[in-house]
């Protein structure tokens, strides 16, 4: 049974001011071209599905980059880009226990793990 | 190219048209598109983002497809056997008929490239929608198909030019700079050529003159949300890329472009 | 249990993993883990995983998504000089696919809990590498023909395994990426076709490129391996489904009759079909030609990352540009 996580670590886990600082190398993305998940319905009939992900600076540029991205420009294919922050999920099966089993994020916040520069070659 | 595309290149050529004017207005509608593909693909792996690598290549990808199709259609019609590798890699200089605009170089300045874009795609995009009714059946073609591939090059463009104006401090000053830049080469774009004027008058072609509205409208809606001020430099004098007259920045693109197909001139690709 | 738990992970540094769990419960997660992988389903974003398959599946899925960024620089040199227009066309939209792929890749990486920036510093600062096979320079029109033949060749041979990687993101990421690289693929060796039937000088052009670029290729599956301690690891964990050498065996007995057909002759005297194995026998590789590429020597002097880093530097204001125009009118930004 995963344990409650108490309030606070939740907003530490949010906290802008734990941010990676930014050096200009990181400008841009990053640092202001947020991430979105694209869905894409591929003909009539059909649901939309979860494709993948982008960034972009706002959500008109995400959608004309989910179509050159997933669509290759296909016309008539109907394409939802959603900021990937506005995505509540339940997922119970998957059993993180950084994660509360429902109304949780999709992925973890990406300056919560730092990449080991050590890690072996494969 | 489609079986579709192969058939309008080689159809019958419209009645009461001169067929060396109708090729040489493929090649310069061919040519705009095909030497702008050839600048943007300087932009390949230079590109800002890698979203917008993806963008520029398909603007690059949709004016090649549209050079191919006319440059057909110009070596079909012109009846010596030529077809639009032949045209593409052994002519000269001079006798490329595309607007100066199209064969500038915008030396990996993002504003720049921007306001080009917006301008040479307005532009183009008008010429379009005035050619879906065009008596040749290839033009017609081009036009139809080109028509939807340019609104989306235009908006692109006008979306870009919004967010660079009305961006940052240093956005705005660079984008600003792009447009005064290429300023000068736009009274060109509606100059109208002898043979687009007789051309135009038995249906074929359009009067470019006719397009200035359009381009006018697209820059009054685009340019003052992206807190831009349209240039007001005097018209330069219209050099005329129409007539095979070309920057000196011009010869070295093409000396790159046919360098492969011209030192292998016996070579099967 | 709980408290002593909810203690450990409020120390717990921002930046780097909390690990501390209690041990029970590391124990069951990791039963769970290792069940998923045995019965051959996927691991998804939200699953419990032990850090290593973290940080393994990061830097391989990094590592892919930079060499295809990377890899866009060989080949669009040359596009300006394509000899035809249907060239020039085919491999443009080859390098477009190519800056497609790594965004795929990115993606993946980033349910992973990285961010995109964070992966193209560390490219830019050596601290994460590409497939080295693309310092090498594209001398002719011939080696794209080859580099889509060759190169995407062993890709090929790399990633349809990979479709079955255990990471969900990852899996799918390659199910995309290999429908449009089997294009690429054919492409390359149809121009090669088509040069070996043209001029002399053609055909010197392609034997050539191809002495160049033979055993790069057999060098992109890795080290041997007696000399690569983790692959046990990774695929136990299934992130690699065939070792380096099983994948090198049939990149080999793949493209030896397609060189056949081509005309051209790979550049190993050792080559030579082995009836008793039913497998060719090839030569070694010169491996410490690629561990100094690895080190980051450019002995040709290409210049991949300086190029990649230039191209992200100037386009910083251009990104901060359009962060700016977001800020300034929300409801359109995340």
Redesign the interface.
Known sequence: MT????P??RA?RG?PA?E?PL??????????????EVFVRGKRGLNHVH???????????ALHSARD?YTRRNEGVSIWVV????IT?S?PQ??????APSG?K????????????N???? | MSENSAAEITAPIPAGVDTAELATYCLMLGDDA?IYA?RL??W???????????AL??I??DL??Q??ML?SRAGHVEGKGKD??VL??QREARQFRNVTLAELSDE?D?GRAIAALLVFSSWRLALLTKLLNSRDPAIAAVAAKGVKELTYHRDYAARWM???G???E??HQ?AQAGLDAIWPYVEELFATHDVERRLAEVGVAVDPAQTRGEVDAVLAEVLPRATLHRPQAPAAQSTSGRDGVHTHGFGRLLA??Q???QQ?P???? | M?AS??AR??TGL?????SE?PED?ERR?SV?FEATIAGDSRI??????PK?Y???L???IAQHAHSE?IG??PE?AW???????????IL??K??DE??H???L???A?????????????L??G?QKYSSIFNYPTLS?ADVGVIGWLVDGAAICNQIPLCRCSYGPYA??MI?ICKEESFHQRQGYE?LL??M???E??QAMVQDAVNRWWWPSLMMF?PPDAE????AR?MAWRI?RHTNDELRQRFVDMTAPQAAALGVTLPDPQLRWNPDRQAHDYGTPNWAELTQLIAGADPHNTQRLP???????????????????????PG???
């Open positions: 344990p409650d996580i108490p606070i670590e530490e906290n734990a990676t050096s200009p190398l990181n400008a841009g993305v990053g640092s202001g071209w947020g991430l979105f494709v993948g992900s982008l960034h972009a600076a706002d959500a008109e540029m991205l900021p990937a922050t506005a999920a997922s998957e059993k993180d226990p950084f994660f949780d999709i992925y973890r916040h990406p300056t919560f793990y730092a990449i080991p520069d890690v072996p070659h494969l | 095909l050839q693909c300087e390949v792996s230079n590109a800002p983002e890698l979203e917008e690598e993806l290549a398909n690059a990808l090649l497809g050079a191919r440059l639009e590798d593409a890699y990996l993002f919004l967010r660079l009305d961006g940052t240093l956005s660079r790159e472009m360098s492969v197909a292998e016996e070579a099967t690709w | 709980v738990g909810q992970q409020a921002a930046g780097s993993e909390r769990l419960q997660l769970a998804e974003p939200r699953d419990w995983m290593r973290r940080a393994t990061i830097r391989q960024i866009m620089q669009g596009i300006r000089r394509a000899p035809t227009l249907r060239r020039k066309a443009l939209a390098v477009q800056a497609g790594g965004l795929y990115y993606a993946a980033e349910t992973l809990g990285v961010d995109r920036a964070e992966l193209t510093e560390k830019i600062t601290k029109f799918r990421a995309r121009l088509a040069m039937g043209g001029t000088a053609q890795g690569s301690p983790n692959t990774s690699k190029h990649r880093q230039a191209a992200h530097h100037n386009g910083t204001w251009v990104r901060e540009a359009a962060t700016a125009h977001a800020a300034k009118h359109s930004a995340p």
